[in-house]
């Protein structure tokens, strides 16, 4: 069932679409192998790389999938059973990882973190010298919310000559993110996050390191996820198969407003500065949030007693306003509140004022 229009989304995904991208997404979808859609595509691929920071020989794979089908492609394309992983894991989408190397029979171990444990250097220490060609890491684990910290996940890499894998799904456009400056060597991003477009389309900006070093080595076991074939396509402006056509639109609409308006420290900032209003809201309120790094994204609020579910379900019913509920085991005492999307401080106020009618303050 559709939200009313009036309902309020303070989810990380889909959020809050802003009026201009309704306004896109109200057009008629073209016909794509056109020389236009081809020109738009360069523009939307020159477009990321910027908002990166991803070097000029760098490449973007668009692919219509999930942002999971875009972590599972990434690491098939990049990897084979002949190398040896090590996977951040510290919640759900870290599990995601292993799975995905457990299915495609790439040897990996976990760096697993508890709920409310920070990733820390010693972590990562202790796993120097392990023999290990790549790293993968949710670097916004938005099951509990934590935010790694990639300065110190890139000096790891760096020191044992990793390949550096980012999900940054749930980072991009929120916090600060460099491609270049931390040696990242594949970023994987979608659209319904912070870019705040309709959801079936990630992508995957590519280093030249591992497109020479590991993709063009490999032969991929797969038709519609082979990177060598979209790798090609890309330098006509198209993709090898259909793409999401209304939501590239979409993205093309967006990148240009977020560069004309100041580029992604602009963005990040509008993010943090809501992040921030909300967090200084709920000091009064009988919550608190987890001692670890966490995005300007997602605020993971922890109730004192298990309401979770029972306060999602009052906002959603009555109050027509949707934040993120939380699954296993933090799903009972936990919900996230997001800061991206069409949101106002004044957003913020009213969602304030419902949880303490809701803690009858």
């Known amino acids: 069932m559709f939200m009313e229009q009036d309902a309020k989304l303070f989810t990380v995904g889909p959020a809050q679409m802003y009026p201009h991208t309704l306004e896109v997404r109200s057009h008629v979808v073209p016909y794509f192998r056109t020389p236009e859609f081809s020109a738009m595509m360069q523009e939307n691929r020159e477009m990321l790389l910027e908002l990166t920071d991803a070097d000029d020989d760098a490449e973007v794979i668009f692919l219509t999938a999930s942002g999971s089908g875009a972590m599972e492609a990434a690491v098939m394309n990049c990897f084979d059973e002949t190398d040896r992983l090590l996977i951040v894991s510290g919640g759900t989408f870290g599990e995601r990882f292993e799975k ?10 976990a760096l697993r973190l508890g709920p409310n444990e920070a990733l820390t250097e010693s972590h990562l220490n202790s796993y120097n010298a392990g023999d290990y060609t790549g790293l993968l890491v949710n670097l916004h684990e938005t099951y509990t919310g934590q935010l790694y910290d990639i300065e110190m996940i890139h000096n790891f890499c760096n020191r044992n000559n990793l390949y550096l894998i980012v999900d940054a799904i749930s980072t991009f456009l929120c916090d600060e993110y460099h491609m270049r400056r931390y040696g990242i060597d594949a970023t994987i991003i979608s659209s319904q996050k912070g870019l705040c477009l309709a959801p079936g389309l990630s992508m995957i900006i590519l280093s030249r390191r591992i497109i020479t070093d590991k993709i063009e080595e490999k032969s991929v076991n797969s038709l519609y996820f082979d990177f060598q074939d979209y790798i090609q396509n890309i330098k006509r402006g198209q993709t090898p198969f259909t793409p999401c056509v209304g939501v590239l639109f979409e993205l093309h609409d967006m990148l240009s407003r977020i560069i004309k308006a100041g580029g992604a420290d602009s963005r990040v900032g509008e993010v943090r500065a809501r992040c921030e209003y909300f967090r200084s809201k709920i000091e009064e309120l009988p919550v608190h949030l ?12 922890r109730f004192e007693k298990d309401i979770a579910m029972d306060f999602f379900t009052y906002l959603k019913d009555e109050k027509n306003m949707m934040v993120n509920p939380v699954g296993g085991d933090l799903g009972k005492c936990s919900i ?11 957003d913020y106020d009213i969602l304030i004022e419902e949880m303490k009618c809701y803690f009858n303050m």
């Not at 995905?100 to 171990?109: V, Y």
């Not at 001692?291 to 993971?300: E, G, K, Q, T």
């Open 100 to 109: 995905i190397c457990e299915i495609h029979h790439i040897p990996f171990e």
């Open 290 to 301: 987890p001692p670890f790094p966490m995005s300007n994204a997602i605020s993971p609020i």
């Open 336 to 346: 996230r509140v997001a800061h991206i999307g069409d949101l106002q401080f004044a």
